[in-house]
């Protein structure tokens, strides 16, 4: 079992930045695929960005067409944290972060992931 909790969520000004993070428990996922995702009100959640291992430390990212070029997800193993920058936020970028894992390959999809966390808020103001 994989506890994780979001954090960083909050209020900021379109065109500012967040980092928003994903603390896991119960075991260590650094052979997980994490992945982040956001639900606006009134919509689906919607994968934004995963970060899967090739092998030792290394891990390929892979991102939603809309974070390319203004997101980057990455890790601390020694913290076992997940971490979600973004930049350039506008209004469409509020909702919910989610982030989730999954230790068979993960992908893109909700239902490629078995564990989340309660999920953090976030508002940008116009």
């Known amino acids: 079992q994989v506890q994780l909790v979001e954090s960083g969520g909050g209020l900021v000004q379109a065109g500012g930045s967040l980092r928003l993070s994903c603390a896991a428990s119960g075991r260590a996922i650094n052979r997980d695929t994490m992945g982040w995702f956001r639900q606006a009100p009134g919509k689906e959640r919607e994968f934004l960005a995963s970060?899967?291992?090739?092998?030792?430390?290394?891990?390929?990212?892979n991102y939603a067409d809309s974070m390319k070029g203004r997101a980057a997800i990455s890790r601390d193993n020694a913290k076992n944290t997940v971490y979600l920058e973004m930049n350039s936020l506008q209004p469409e970028d509020a909702g919910v972060y989610y982030c989730?894992?999954?230790?068979?390959?993960?992908?893109?999809?909700?239902?490629?992931?078995?564990?989340w966390g309660q999920g953090t808020q976030v508002t940008v103001s116009s």
């Open positions: 989730a894992a999954d230790a068979s390959g993960g992908g893109s999809l909700t239902s490629d992931y078995d564990y």
């Open positions: 970060s899967r291992r090739i092998g030792g430390n290394v891990y390929s990212t």
